[in-house]
């Protein structure tokens, strides 16, 4: 059987092969990802909305985001991606040599698509050996590869510089707004804190303002009022709907909401 990843020694290059759905354990994304679908279909949760990626899809995930992501096989077939991060030392070094700079207007959208063409067909079949012998992907190629990833995004959208150079930290933003379109992503306080342009003890203090709430408490009940709006008026099984509003286990939301509600949410459901 196909092995669910593979990957490359410098880690910034993963290949992604499976036969089953399968979720991301990890919400918050801290670099640049550039994905590309060679098979199958990818299910992008970000605040803005939903995306679906098909294959053939070329895209830039930004960075400081939340993310949810579903990567979905074909019928009787294998779900195939590669992803390629770009943290800010690479871009740092590509922008001096290159003179590339972050200038004007910032779009603040989560995911850029990107015009799959043939170069695009070619640079990522060229790095498909890689993952069967990947002790020939040395730093040195890894660094070329990524600096050649990052030139093609560039060709396609040269706007795009102005989102893969921008090296700010995120600035203090409406912690109110933030927190009812993100409240279902499954991270800790401090990226919370960080995504609001605050520090921890900022985060806490203007959030007991805004909502009289500690984030935990309120985070909770939100998150459960949520599962119940879904399950009782959506009719959506309790197993398809605890990690979509942030819990990390069934058992521990089951308990959560028969507390919350006097019900268990499969009595809820049936």
Not at 53 to 67: A, D, E, H, I
Not at 133 to 146: G, N, Y
Not at 201 to 224: H, I, N, Y
Not at 241 to 261: C, I, M, P, R, T
């Amino acid at each position: 059987m196909t092995p669910e990843y593979k990957k490359i020694p410098i880690d910034n290059i993963l290949y992604s092969c499976g036969t089953r759905q399968e979720r991301s354990t990890e919400d918050f994304l801290g670099i640049h990802v550039v994905t590309y679908v060679l098979s199958g279909e990818m299910q992008l949760t970000l605040s803005g909305g939903t995306r679906h990626l098909k294959t053939g899809t070329l895209g830039l995930m930004k960075r400081n985001q939340l993310v949810k992501a579903v990567k979905l096989p074909p019928a009787g077939g294998e779900f195939k991606a590669i992803n390629i991060f770009l943290n800010t030392d690479i871009l740092r070094k590509y922008s001096t040599e290159h003179h590339q700079h972050a200038a004007g207007h910032k779009n603040e959208q989560g995911f850029y698509e990107l015009q799959d063409d043939a170069f695009v067909k070619a640079f990522f079949a060229s790095l498909e050996p890689y993952f069967t012998q990947p002790e020939r992907m040395t730093p040195l190629m890894t660094e070329l590869k990524t600096k050649e990833v990052i030139a093609l995004v560039l060709d396609i959208n040269p706007a795009l510089k102005n989102v893969l150079f921008d090296f700010s930290e995120p600035h203090k933003i409406d912690l109110e707004a933030f927190m009812l379109q993100n409240y279902m992503f499954n991270v800790s306080i401090d990226t919370l804190a960080k995504l609001t342009g605050r520090s921890r003890a900022g985060f806490k203090r203007d959030f007991e303002k805004v909502f009289q709430s500690t984030p935990g408490q309120w985070l909770k009940q939100k998150r459960l009022q949520e599962a119940y709006r879904l399950i009782k008026d959506m009719h959506i099984k309790p197993s398809d709907v605890y990690l979509d509003v942030g819990f990390e286990n069934l058992s521990h939301f089951s308990l959560s909401f028969k507390q919350a509600f006097g019900v268990s949410p499969s009595t809820l459901y049936r």
